[in-house]
Antibody, heavy 120, light 110 residues
Framework: QVQLVQSGAELKKPGASVKVSCKAS????????MHWVRQAPGQGLEWMGV????????TYTLKFQGRVTLTSDTSTSTVYMELKSLRSEDTAVYYC?????????????WGQGTPVTVSS | QSALTQPASVSGSPGQSITISCTGT?????????VSWYQHHPGKAPKLMIY???NRPSGLSNRFSGSKSGNTASLTISGLQAEDEADYYC??????????FGSGTKVTVL
C-alpha cells in the first residue's frame, strides 16, 4: 500500500535551517509529483511547492522562493524539503502530499506530518 | 497569492444539508476546473473529498458533492453526520502554475 513516512519533529533556533524528509513506498516513485503543505498553529493549510521526482524540476509559491528547496533521491524514493533562515512564523506542521491517481494538484496520500518549532 | 475565501464556520443538525463556499478569482477558481476539497480532523492528515470541482474519489460517500459557478466553488454535505465535524479546505490550481488553499471552514454538527 502507498505510504509516505516523514522524519521526526524538529526544534530549531531562528536563522537556522531545517530539512524534512518524506520516504515513499508502495508505488512508482517517479510517476507522481510530490507537494509540500504546512499548517501553522491555529492557521489554515498553506501550499509551499512541488517537485517532479523524475528529473527534479520544482515550482515554489512566491512567498517561499529563495528560502525553500525541494529535492528528490530516486535511489531511496525520498523527497526532501529544506527551509532556510527560519523565523518564529515558520513554526508549523509540515506535510508531504502526493498527486492523486485522479489528476494533478489533488492529493490522495499524505505523510503523517512533521512538527517544526522555531524558538530561541 | 491570497488564500481563497471560505466562511470561518458552518453548522447544521444531523440529517441536514450544509454548503461551504470557496471564492477566488478568474486566475484560480474561475479559470480552471482543478478545485479540490479536503476534510481535516486535528492531528490527522487531510483527506481528499472532491477533485476537479465535482468528482468524488472511489469509495467516498455520495453525501459529499461539489460544484462551481464563476469564481466560487461549493461543497455540499447532505445528511449531516456527527463524523462530518471537521475543518474543510478548498484548493485551486492557479495561473502561476501553483496551488492555493482556502482559508478553511469549521463544520459543527449541532
Amino acid at each position: 500500500q502507498v505510504q509516505l513516512v516523514q522524519s521526526g519533529a524538529e526544534l530549531k533556533k531562528p536563522g537556522a535551517s531545517v530539512k524534512v524528509s518524506c520516504k515513499a513506498s508502495g508505488y512508482s516513485f517517479t510517476t507522481y509529483y510530490m507537494h509540500w503543505v504546512r499548517q501553522a498553529p491555529g492557521q489554515g493549510l498553506e501550499w509551499m511547492g512541488v517537485i517532479n521526482p523524475s528529473g527534479g524540476s520544482t515550482t515554489y509559491t512566491l512567498k517561499f522562493q529563495g528560502r525553500v528547496t525541494l529535492t528528490s533521491d530516486t535511489s531511496t524514493s525520498t523527497v526532501y524539503m529544506e527551509l532556510k533562515s527560519l523565523r518564529s512564523e515558520d513554526t508549523a506542521v509540515y506535510y508531504c502530499a502526493r498527486d492523486s491517481d485522479y489528476g494533478d494538484f489533488a492529493f490522495d496520500y499524505w505523510g503523517q506530518g512533521t512538527p517544526v518549532t522555531v524558538s530561541s | 497569492q491570497s488564500a481563497l475565501t471560505q466562511p470561518a464556520s458552518v453548522s447544521g443538525s444531523p440529517g441536514q444539508s450544509i454548503t461551504i463556499s470557496c471564492t477566488g478569482t478568474s486566475s484560480d477558481v474561475g479559470g480552471y476546473n482543478y478545485v479540490s476539497w479536503y476534510q481535516h480532523h486535528p492531528g490527522k492528515a487531510p483527506k481528499l473529498m472532491i477533485y476537479e470541482v465535482s468528482n468524488r474519489p472511489s469509495g467516498l460517500s455520495n453525501r459529499f458533492s461539489g460544484s462551481k459557478s464563476g469564481n466560487t466553488a461549493s461543497l455540499t454535505i447532505s445528511g449531516l453526520q456527527a463524523e462530518d465535524e471537521a475543518d474543510y479546505y478548498c484548493s485551486s490550481y492557479t495561473s502561476n502554475s501553483t496551488l492555493v488553499f482556502g482559508s478553511g471552514t469549521k463544520v459543527t454538527v449541532l
